[in-house]
């Protein structure tokens, strides 16, 4: 049906057994907000309650749906902020062990020798690779690009250093 033809219709009511339809395409397409249409239909005596549950039913049910996600979203930023709270802590008191030997990029993934680069996140570079493909100097290019791009395990300049590696080959 077509949007404008259902708004037409809405204002120019339509017989009670169109409606559940009418309602339907209304709530699907985002086409009135919930308060327009029962104040469009409070002023057609022709419909009652009946005609509207179901409408008003599911408008409830998805508005609660998002209340729930919401409360759900804003619990989970409220404990990873606790986590961060203690990893702060964590980071001001006590020492810091750096222990990976091997340079984190994996395309390079060489024994680290000095001079390194090193990140709270316990990733470190070797301080050429770092320079040579990080976009910026004040994060750990492999967190950063997990962040950006979490469906896409490989980081583009490791992707480059690899391609790079094998365009040396003949
Ligand atoms: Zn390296
Ligand atoms: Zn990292």
Redesign the pocket.
């Known amino acids: 049906m077509c949007p404008r033809l259902s708004l037409d219709v809405l204002w120019a009511p339509a017989p009670p057994h169109c409606l559940p339809e009418l309602l339907n395409v209304i709530a699907k397409d985002k086409l009135l907000s919930p308060i327009l249409v029962i104040d469009c239909l409070t002023s057609t005596p022709k419909y009652t309650l009946g005609d509207v549950r179901k409408y008003l039913t599911d408008v409830l049910k998805a508005e609660s749906d998002v209340i729930t996600r919401e409360q759900q979203l804003s619990s989970k930023y409220r404990e990873e902020s606790e986590r961060m709270k203690e990893q702060t802590t964590a980071l001001q008191n006590n020492p810091i062990v750096f222990q990976s030997s091997r340079?984190a990029?994996r395309a390079?993934?060489?024994p680290l020798e000095l001079p390194t680069v090193h990140f709270f996140c316990q990733h470190s570079?070797?301080q050429?690779?770092f320079q040579t493909y990080s976009e910026c100097e004040a994060e750990c290019p492999l967190c950063a690009g997990a962040r950006r791009r979490p469906d896409e395990p490989q980081h583009t300049a490791e992707a480059l250093h690899h391609r790079l590696h094998h365009d040396h080959d003949p």
């Open positions: 340079c990029f390079c993934n060489k570079f070797h050429y690779c």
